[in-house]
């Protein structure tokens, strides 16, 4: 099976995720019947649906209309939706030879037949794959921030921590924690709590490299994790963090702004940790950040 580019995915809303998936179930569904109507015209000779006799017939289905259409070149360019572009254009173009055969009175050779088969199932089986990894996505995801929720976190990190002992390598992870966050909320409201947490997600993700992870802990709690880092680069890197999160204007409503500080806690998963037990330390460490009066970085 393909494996997508999360990359890609990434930059994709919640709402953009679930729109594909929807437009994707439709197509199956879509081709579904096309497939019953097809072959009604190949076996009981009812007329071919003009359109599917065209050179470009993959644009003319529900499908090829709607990916014709979309705006957002992220899902457009995205590596496995080309590949789906393309198995659907070549699907409709066999479809196309063997209607053709049949309205010329040439019986079909089965090799033609058959290779129309396989690319029917080569789409299923892409449109499927789509299906799965949005939804994996999806589930993954903290909807409000767009960090990952904490369904992988224990099995993503022991993979990392895994990869990092056999290069020998360290691996850092950073417990955030928001300074009077129900404050925000009491004075400004939910909503304005919620673009705090939304403003501080974009501020740490613009700080990651592509391979760090970064997980919605807990409601204002985040945790980083930065493979490959030896602990006093992730405690300067979580230094120009707190500076960050402090200088951040967040624009609440109508140019009204506030600022946030956080509270940070750093350790490093030694060789021999499990990883809840580096998490606790984490979090000790951030909490100590809290006891000894907030906006700071403390170290485990
Ligand atoms: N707006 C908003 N608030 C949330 C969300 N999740 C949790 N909270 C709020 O976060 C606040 C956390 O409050 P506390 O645990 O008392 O912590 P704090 O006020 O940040 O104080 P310290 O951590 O001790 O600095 C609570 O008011 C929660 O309601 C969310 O998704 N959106």
Known sequence: MHQINRQGISSLSNTQLEDVIAEIEQAIEWHQSWYKNLLRCLIADTPANEQDLADNAHNFCRFGQWFNKLPDQTIKLHPHFSEIASAHKKMH????VLLSLKESKTVIPVNLLD?????????RELFD???????EVLHTRDPLTGASNRTNLLENLQKEHELCKRKSLSCALIMIDLDHFKQVNDEFGHAAGDKVLIA???CIKSQLRKYDQLYRYGGEEFLVCLPQTELDDAKSFSERLRAGVEALKIDISNDNHINVTGSFGVTLISADDNIETAIERAD?????????????????
């Open 115 to 123: 290779q129309f088969h396989a690319d029917l199932d080569r789409l």
């Open 200 to 202: 501080l997600v974009k």
């Open 284 to 300: 000790e460490a951030m909490y100590q950040a809290k006891k000894s009066g907030r906006n700071r970085v403390c170290v485990a």
């Open 129 to 135: 794959c789509l299906i799965d990894e949005f939804t």
């Open 93 to 96: 173009q066999g479809a196309k």
